[in-house]
């Protein structure tokens, strides 16, 4: 059964950085896509960053693009989501999530394949 824990929830002010980390166990997924997803009160789940199995070609989504960046340490089975010039609209429980099919990210496709999720970390961005 595999499992993603994600860590580095926390509450910071608008324009400061945050780090967010995502440990895979019970399955190695270095061969698989994966992504963060966040989801806001009251809103959908919305997809914020994925990365194939290599670490290259990483996709954003445009909320998020030139200010989050998302990596890869394969070695270490872990995810990374570095956030940058946060803003109040990015608060959100955000989610880990692998496609255990998949090596590439599989744009197009309904939560981009992802069957694997996390149980989300809180970001919270507030004066």
């Known amino acids: 059964q595999v499992q993603l824990v994600e860590s580095g929830e926390g509450l910071v002010r608008p324009g400061e950085s945050l780090r967010l980390s995502c440990v895979a166990s019970g399955r190695t997924l270095n061969t698989n896509a994966m992504a963060w997803f966040r989801q806001a009160p009251g809103k959908m789940r919305e997809f914020v960053a994925g990365?194939?199995?290599?670490?290259?070609?990483?996709y954003y989504g445009d909320p998020v693009n030139g200010r989050f960046f998302i990596s890869r340490d394969n070695s270490k089975n872990t995810l990374y989501l570095q956030m940058n010039s946060l803003k109040t609209e990015d608060t959100a429980v955000y989610y880990c999530?692998?496609?255990?099919?998949?090596?590439?990210?599989?744009?197009?496709?309904?939560?981009?394949?992802?069957?694997?999720w996390g149980k989300g970390t809180l970001v919270t961005v507030s004066s």
């Open positions: 990365i194939n199995w290599s670490g290259h070609s990483p």
């Open positions: 999530a692998a496609d255990g099919e998949s090596s590439h990210l599989r744009v197009g496709v309904a939560q981009y394949g992802m069957n694997y």
